[in-house]
């Protein structure tokens, strides 16, 4: 018999819960995010909170580097960017300084 849950976020994160039947054995629930294994668990329910929590932890750090992204943009507005844009066409301003190591031209 095949069972599982799933949990998705996005394009980002996929958890997954499935149950595993040995023969003589207690059926085992094996958890997963975005296909790297958890463990195994007795219990469905400590193989779904498990899986939720660590999203959850890491749904933390992306919201948090996503901050810091939206941060840096706001800051690099039209005027800093004209004489670098000047330079090279009209290729993304903001590739050209990764590209250059945020050199200062």
């Known amino acids: 018999m095949c069972e599982g849950w799933s949990l998705e976020i996005g394009m980002a994160f996929r958890g997954s819960v499935v149950r595993q039947d040995t023969s003589g054995d ?12 958890l463990g195994e668990f007795l219990e469905r329910e400590i193989a779904m909170h498990r ?47 990764a590209k250059l190591g945020r050199a200062e031209l």
């Open 26 to 37: 207690a059926p085992t629930w094996i958890a997963s995010i975005n296909s790297t294994a």
């Open 51 to 97: 899986v939720e929590e660590l999203i959850e932890a890491s749904m933390v750090l992306v919201l948090h580097d996503w901050e810091l992204i939206e941060r840096r943009k706001r800051k690099d507005n039209v005027r800093s960017s004209a004489p670098i844009l000047r330079l090279f066409g009209n290729q993304n301003p903001i590739e050209v300084r």
